[in-house]
């Protein structure tokens, strides 16, 4: 079987994987994600691009392996949530969406023999009302300073919401796996 690298150094994206029980490693591509987000305004557009790119930046140096790269992109209002990194980002980004409805624009590319395959999936998220105690509280517990949208969906962060509508709940952690196990399958990787 052909070595499988994922393009990413993403601790979500690799528990993911692991949960497919199948070899890889991971390796760190060299996007410049925030060039990207200067010149493409869609943001559904701009997932599907900055996936393929970290794949193929892996893949450039590695054509005989099965390369997956994914971007996930948190999407309210016409704008892009991202990582939080600081306490006080993450209350103010919280509040922001609180009470309201937002996009989880998770895209995938998996390259294998020179050919792209390419998944988005898009999650509409209604957050609950929450308090600011509640808020705190959350951050306190979960520590989502590294998740896009201050919240850990794999974690606690699944309390924040009334409602999530998805094909695939997986792709909000950052792997379509069922869109992932098929087309893995079809180029010859034994899953499970």
């Not at 020179?114 to 999936?121: A, C, K, N, R, S």
């Not at 919401?161 to 990787?189: H, M, Q, R």
Request: proline residues 4%.
């Amino acid at each position: 079987m052909k070595k499988i690298i994922l393009a990413s150094n993403s601790f979500s994206r690799k528990s993911q994987l692991e949960r497919l029980c199948i070899p890889f490693i991971t390796s760190s591509h060299d996007v410049d994600e925030n060039m990207e987000k200067l010149k493409i305004a869609d943001h559904e557009e701009l997932s599907q691009k900055l996936s393929r790119m970290k794949a193929r930046s892996v893949y450039s140096n590695n054509p005989n392996a099965i390369v997956i790269g994914g971007d996930t992109i948190t999407s309210f209002d016409g704008k892009i949530i991202s990582k939080p990194k600081t306490r006080e980002k993450a209350i103010k980004q919280l509040t922001e969406l609180n009470g309201n409805k937002h996009r989880v624009i998770t895209s995938l590319t998996i390259i294998a023999d020179e050919t792209e395959y390419l998944h988005t999936e898009i999650a509409h998220m209604s957050m609950r009302k929450l308090s600011l105690d509640q808020i705190n509280r959350y951050i306190e517990i979960d520590e989502p300073l590294e998740s896009c949208g201050s919240c850990r969906l794999d974690s606690l962060g699944i309390s924040l919401f009334d409602e999530i509508v998805c094909n695939d709940y997986t792709a909000i952690i950052g792997i379509p796996l069922i869109w992932t196990v098929k087309t893995l399958s079809e180029i010859g990787v034994p899953v499970p």
